[in-house]
């Protein structure tokens, strides 16, 4: 009998074998950390006094940071504004040793920067300076170029769609690409948000949370129990063709319907001391594709994704998940004796 020890050793190895092309929407993540001990004289709001500031490539560039972090090789695909923050973003991914081929720079964007407030250990205000409008003719058609030179000559294995509804993403980047993907038998892993949800045909999992899950399918106002949600899910992934359609669900655990099985999975969530959500859902969908890359059963990816994206949560601000830490709680939780 393979020993666990083993199981992850080839988990891991297979990890750094990948090569993964992300596309989506980018963004800086800045953050203003201060103190807060009085009032504005000006208007009732809070002075925040700062003593440190920092900045992350965020959005889909976070899914590359967390699919290098796990020892794969990300590709990253995605337009922004020929500015100053456009640059200062750049300079970033190479900061994080990520790959700067495929970043896209139009006079027409704005580079999308979200401002987060920090006073006195939590979040007090975001400012988000964006430009959200879809990509116009001639950006989206190099775009595409972009990715079919990806797809025919880098190797990749799975493509994410990494969408923050800021407008890179839109139904013929993703019917093209999907088709293209398709024809060469590589995986298709969507983290949706609501402008392009019923968008997403023919893929391999698609992972909305499930407050997302709710927006995409119009139902914003119903509180859905297990087996309503369990209803929604085979129906959008029999109408859409989704083999697998994972939902994260916070403190409720993951859900996973297989199309092809009709079977339908619950995955109770870890036990946690939460200090920061932020970055989990990237998190989840990065390790999520790696596993099914790398051959692991769709139920025992959605674990082991679900692993992930708890781990993260112990850290303040966004982070990728540790390797290390992740093969540890592999091995405690016994994840891939059950393959």
């Avoid at 619950?266 to 859902?281: E, H, K, N």
């Avoid at 781990?311 to 709680?329: F, K, Q």
Wanted: aromatic letters at 6%; hydrophobic letters at 40%.
């Amino acid at each position: 009998m393979i020993s666990i020890k083993l199981m992850i050793d080839d988990l891991l190895r297979k990890f750094s074998q990948a090569r993964v092309l992300v596309i989506g929407d980018v963004m800086i993540d800045a953050y203003l950390k201060g103190n807060v001990g009085r009032i504005s004289p000006e208007a009732p709001v809070p002075i925040v006094d700062v003593t440190e500031r920092y900045y992350r490539p965020g959005g889909a560039a976070n899914v590359a940071i967390n699919l290098s972090a796990l020892g794969a090789k990300p590709l990253l695909c995605s337009v922004i504004g020929n500015d100053e923050k456009g640059r200062d973003f750049a300079d970033l991914m190479v900061e994080h040793q990520l790959d700067t081929t495929y970043l896209l720079r139009s006079d027409q964007r704005k580079t999308t920067v979200k401002y987060r407030i920090l006073a006195n250990s939590r979040q007090v205000l975001r400012v988000d300076e964006e430009d959200a409008t879809p990509l116009n003719e001639s950006d989206a058609s190099n775009l595409l170029k972009t990715i079919r030179h990806i797809i025919d000559n880098e190797e990749v294995g799975a493509i994410v769609f990494e969408d923050y509804d800021k407008g890179v993403i839109s139904p013929d980047v993703i019917a093209q690409v999907v088709t293209w993907a398709n024809q060469k038998n590589l995986i298709v892993t969507v983290d949706p948000k609501k402008r392009n949800f019923i968008h997403y045909q023919n893929v391999t999992m698609f992972k909305p949370n499930l407050k997302e899950l709710r927006e995409g399918l119009e139902e914003n106002n119903a509180e859905l129990n297990l087996e309503q949600i369990e209803q929604r899910m085979r129906q959008f992934a029999q109408k859409q063709n989704i083999r697998y359609l994972f939902t994260t669900m916070s403190e409720n655990g993951v859900a996973l319907y297989d199309h092809a099985t009709n079977e339908f999975y619950t995955q109770p969530a870890y036990l946690r001391r939460i200090s920061d959500v932020s970055g989990a859902g990237d998190t989840v969908i990065s390790v999520a594709t790696l596993c099914l890359l790398s051959g692991v059963p769709a139920a025992h990816s959605a674990q082991i994704a679900n692993l992930a994206g708890g781990i993260v949560c112990e850290y303040s601000g966004v982070t990728p998940v540790p390797l290390d830490r992740l093969a540890d709680e592999i091995r405690k939780y016994e994840i891939l004796t059950n393959i």
